[in-house]
């Protein structure tokens, strides 16, 4: 068995994508190389093993890979948080910022029930604005928000502090600088 990688390495970086000045962190290349990936959900995991999560929901679209695994390794349901109009039955609905203006996210509105715990999954945490959006709506219809949880943090773009700020304890397993 060859020796576990170091997991930001197995992470591609994309220069000036997609706009120039930015440093696109490619978790592709982590989900596809199967250590990388088992050791990423059993590193987010690993606070919570033997807690009683009720939920994991993931921000689409990466956010439905990790968090689905996630998911499965704690017994917990899992909860897809969508763009807008992208669900079939009654949903509740959050704006949210972006970097250049606004949009909506949603969820199926009997998808947590009130007091349940929940833990929030994404691929990646920069400014924090979706997150933030979909902690909001987790909390707007009653769920307990436990953590959130990210593959890579880009701290200099504040996210994970903003989620901190907001009383949300906040995992991640890599950073890298910039943008």
Same mark, same amino acid.
């Given at each position: ?36 990936? *088992? ?6 995991? #690993? ?5 009683? &999560? ?7 679209? *990466?956010?439905? &890979? ?6 499965? #390794? ?6 897809? &948080? ?19 203006? #606004? ?40 769920? #307990?928000? @436990? ?13 994970? @502090? ?18």
């Amino acid at each position: 068995m060859s020796p576990l990688p170091d997991l930001a390495s197995v992470v591609r970086t994309i220069p000036d994508y997609p706009k120039p000045g930015v440093m696109f962190r490619d978790i592709t290349t982590l989900l596809g190389n199967p250590q990388a990936f *088992r050791r990423t959900v059993d590193e987010l995991v #690993q606070p919570w093993a033997g807690a009683k &999560i009720d939920k994991v929901a993931g921000i689409e679209a *990466r956010g439905f &890979i990790v968090g689905g695994a996630v998911a499965h #390794q704690l017994s917990a349901g899992f909860v897809p &948080i969508r763009k807008k109009g992208k669900l079939p039955h009654q949903t509740v609905r959050m704006a949210y910022a972006l970097e250049y203006g #606004q949009d909506e996210m949603e969820m199926h509105v009997d998808a947590v029930h009130p007091g349940e715990r929940v833990i929030l999954v994404d691929d990646l945490i920069a400014t924090g604005g979706t997150a933030e959006g979909a902690v909001k709506l987790l909390r707007q219809i009653g769920a #307990q928000v @436990e953590a959130a949880c990210f593959i890579v943090d880009l701290p200099d773009l504040g996210g994970a @502090e903003k989620l901190r700020a907001m009383g949300v304890p906040v995992r991640t397993i890599m950073s890298f600088s910039g943008h």
